[in-house]
T-cell receptor, first 114, second 114 residues
């Protein structure tokens, strides 16, 4: 058990809808990351937060947004969903948010857009 | 440019065979970090090891061993006497320079058959 909690585990929704994925980092970790994993594109980094502030941005679409709250939990909002957004979304956390800090991943949220 | 190449897309072995997963990286930075992660069929990503660029000592943990060679820019992972539970996708990742995000390989899918 990594200590990172992601909810929900599964999500099925229709195109055009909006969903929110939630992540609670491992106790003591200040940095949260969001990744998208699909069969055709592998593991794609979306965004990183450290102690409430955005630290790094990856291939995150404008339809997607995220934030990290004062209690360090994070939410990833996906809007105007398209079929291609169907994927496994992972949250990870690390102690310092630096490059040498191992990531601890949650179990993921499997999003299916129909 | 920074890059991680895992040339082996899929490997299939029979239980008790030794297997080596290759990872070749590219970076011009002198300080960098290399990681291996395991993603079993259940889906979660599990951190296995971190190695920094100044430490070329090989590491052994039970049946797992890692061979870091700066001369060939490789960080290979060997499983000795493989078991069915080793079946997973294994990812190699690089953290280097001013790039705050990890650079991930595409993963090697290992199937260990009884």
């Amino acid at each position: 058990d990594s200590g990172v909690t992601q909810t929900p585990k599964h999500l099925i929704t229709a195109t055009g809808q909006r969903v929110t994925l939630r992540c609670s980092p491992r106790s003591g970790d200040l940095s949260v990351y969001w990744y998208q994993q699909s069969l055709d594109q592998g593991l794609q980094f979306l965004i990183q937060y450290y102690n409430g502030e955005e630290r790094a941005k990856g291939n995150i679409l404008e339809r997607f947004s995220a934030q990290q709250f004062p209690d360090l939990h994070s939410e990833l909002n996906l809007s105007s969903l398209e079929l291609g957004d169907s994927a496994l979304y992972f949250c990870a956390s690390s102690l310092t948010g630096l490059q040498n800090s191992p990531l601890h991943f949650g179990n993921g949220t499997r999003l299916t857009v129909t | 440019a920074q890059k991680v190449t895992q040339a082996q897309t899929e490997i299939s072995v029979v239980e008790k065979e030794d297997v080596t997963l290759d990872c070749v990286y590219e970076t011009r930075d002198t300080t960098y970090y290399l990681f291996w992660y395991k993603q079993p069929p259940s889906g979660e990503l599990v951190f296995l090891i971190r190695r920094n660029s100044f430490d070329e000592q090989n590491e052994i943990s039970g049946r797992y061993s890692w061979n870091f060679q700066k001369s060939t820019s490789s960080f290979n992972f060997t499983i000795t006497a493989s078991q069915v539970v080793d079946s997973a996708v294994y990812f190699c990742a690089l953290g280097a320079g001013n790039n705050r995000k990890l650079i991930w390989g595409l993963g090697t899918s290992l199937a260990v058959n009884p």
